[in-house]
């Protein structure tokens, strides 16, 4: 027990340790950065110091909120529906085999198509609300997700699932019992590269049709040249994509705390 305890309280201090590196570092560029501008006397215009970047997010701070809940309204329903249309459609090719034969070559083929082409043909059929953006997140965030699915069902341990046939387990049972708990080690990874995605989808959504939003923000300060503006918007969409990946990662931990012992382990 006793030894037990002591290695979760090494692990939480080494992750202690790893997290004042990652602050320091980061510190540390922020300063480097500081002393560059400051030092040759770059214009704003030019590169912001990031003493000029926290001071234009400080002015805009009332108009702030109200855009960053328009984005992030379009993330959130954006995400879970490509959860469930994700989850959904890479069971069907596991349950019926001539679906994956099918279906596949379509995930392959929704990518190559680039995004900014697919996404004013969303704002015409559409029109300018939340729908589109929704549509253009989904397009990017369910492939990594529904083909993460499919990977994790093929690497069921096929012995287990004659185990559950022999004692007469219904479809359901199986995934339920076996085949879903499977596929968590694989979703997450998958989740995590749709997280950090998703947010660019719902800007480039924004940039092409909307009213509000990061991205029509965005759009104005690159047209005005209002480069600490441009930078201080640019550091919202970092923190708020750094900020949902957090939440997967605590998420993971929650439901599949086994990945991490394994990794602990090791």
């Given at each position: 027990?006793?030894?037990?305890?002591?290695?979760?309280?090494?692990?939480?201090?080494?992750?202690?340790?790893?997290?004042?590196?990652?602050?320091?570092?980061?510190?540390?560029?922020?300063?480097?950065?500081?002393?560059?501008?400051?030092?040759?006397?770059?214009?704003?215009?030019?590169?912001?110091?990031?003493?000029?970047?926290?001071?234009?997010?400080?002015?805009?701070?009332?108009?702030?909120?109200?855009?960053i809940w328009q984005t992030l309204q379009e993330v959130l329903l954006g995400l879970c529906l490509s959860i469930l249309f994700g989850a959904a459609v890479a069971t069907i090719m596991d349950v019926v085999p001539i679906f994956h034969v099918l279906i596949r070559p379509?995930?392959?083929?929704?990518?190559?198509?680039?995004?900014?082409a697919i996404a004013p043909l969303l704002?015409?059929?559409?029109?300018f609300g939340l729908l589109p953006k929704m549509l253009v997140v989904i397009l990017i965030c369910f492939f990594p997700i529904t083909l993460n699915i499919l990977e994790?069902?093929?690497?069921?341990?096929?012995?287990?699932?004659?185990?559950?046939?022999?004692?007469?387990?219904?479809?359901?049972?199986?995934y339920q019992?076996?085949?879903?708990?499977?596929?968590?080690?694989?979703?997450?990874?998958g989740l995590k590269i749709a997280v950090t995605y998703s947010v660019m989808g719902a800007i480039i959504g924004e940039w092409l049709?909307?009213?509000?939003?990061?991205?029509v923000m965005l759009t104005r300060a690159t047209k005005s040249f209002l480069t600490s503006q441009l930078?201080?918007?640019a550091a919202i969409i970092v923190g708020l994509t750094f900020i949902l990946y957090t939440i997967v990662e605590l998420?993971?931990?929650?439901?599949?705390p086994w990945i991490y012992r394994k990794e602990e382990k090791k």
């Open positions: 027990m006793k030894k037990s305890q002591s290695i979760v309280s090494n692990m939480e201090k080494k992750k202690s340790f790893h997290f004042l590196i990652t602050i320091s570092w980061l510190l540390l560029l922020l300063i480097i950065w500081q002393g560059i501008v400051v030092g040759f006397h770059v214009s704003d215009w030019i590169l912001p110091k990031p003493t000029s970047i926290a001071q234009q997010l400080y002015d805009m701070k009332d108009i702030l909120w109200p855009n379509l995930l392959v083929i929704s990518q190559t198509v680039p995004i900014v704002i015409v059929w559409f029109g994790g069902f093929q690497t069921v341990d096929p012995d287990l699932l004659k185990l559950f046939k022999t004692m007469h387990a219904k479809k359901w049972q199986l019992k076996v085949k879903f708990p499977a596929v968590l080690p694989y979703f997450f990874p049709g909307a009213s509000e939003g990061l991205g930078f201080a918007i998420l993971q931990r929650l439901v599949a």
